[in-house]
């Protein structure tokens, strides 16, 4: 059964659309160039961060966020950038007995803001404050040790195969893969998107039922 369910938070609970249109201003380049270049790169395979190199050769990501940060447009996201399905998803699991997590690649900066959203939940970690980022399985050994359940007991959910759902399939957990934003979007035709979920979602509020479904069957 189903007694725990943590979420990832890019493009899962945040809509990263503004974030990312920053950084096509910081660049300096047309936030519409940007957007595309970065759906090339995820549609080849390759890291998101080397969007960022096809502008400008040798851009170091973290050095840049503290550029960012000392001119005064530090990275930031709120109640606004949250998606509309997150905070009654939340509210509903907890309500049904379900214990709920988020847990991300995040800054700790982002785990801030995060924690000043208040989001209906038992838990809020990210890859800085846990010194192990995904794809990495360390990262979801993290999850497991976090969350008061067994690993085939907890629903990770996510919208990246290759970071959220593989590693968390490796580590023995159930997943769910949402169908929005850039990875989403652009890997949801990827066999394993099928093969190798509990379940696929198009909306948060799906939950609810298809966990409740999940766990009378398993009864």
Not at 4 to 27: I, K, N, S
Not at 160 to 186: E, K, M, S
Request: glycine share 10%.
């Amino acid at each position: 059964m189903i007694r725990a369910v943590v979420f990832d938070v890019g493009e899962c609970l945040v809509d990263e659309t503004r974030e990312y249109g920053t950084w096509a201003d910081w660049l300096g380049v047309p936030r519409h160039t940007f957007a595309a270049m970065f759906g090339a790169v995820i549609a080849q395979g390759r890291d998101y961060r080397e969007t960022f190199q096809e502008f400008r050769p040798g851009f170091d990501l973290t050095e840049e966020r503290e550029k960012r940060a000392a001119a005064g447009q530090p990275e930031w996201f709120g109640e606004g950038d949250l998606y509309p399905d997150v905070r009654p998803t939340l509210a509903a699991l907890r309500e049904a007995g379900l214990w709920v997590g988020i847990a991300g690649n995040q800054t700790v900066r982002a785990g801030g803001l995060l924690r000043g959203l208040d989001l209906p939940a038992d838990m809020i970690a990210t890859s800085d404050d846990w010194g192990a980022s995904k794809p990495d399985v360390k990262f979801f050994e993290h999850v497991i040790e976090a969350t008061p359940a067994a690993p085939g007991e907890i629903l990770y959910v996510g919208d990246r195969l290759d970071n959220d759902i593989r590693p968390a399939v490796q580590a023995g957990l159930l997943t769910a893969l949402i169908r929005r934003g850039p990875w989403g979007t652009i890997q949801q035709r990827d066999p394993d998107a099928d093969a190798i979920t509990t379940m696929r979602i198009d909306s948060l509020a799906e939950l609810p039922e298809k966990i409740a479904k999940f766990n009378a069957e398993a009864r």
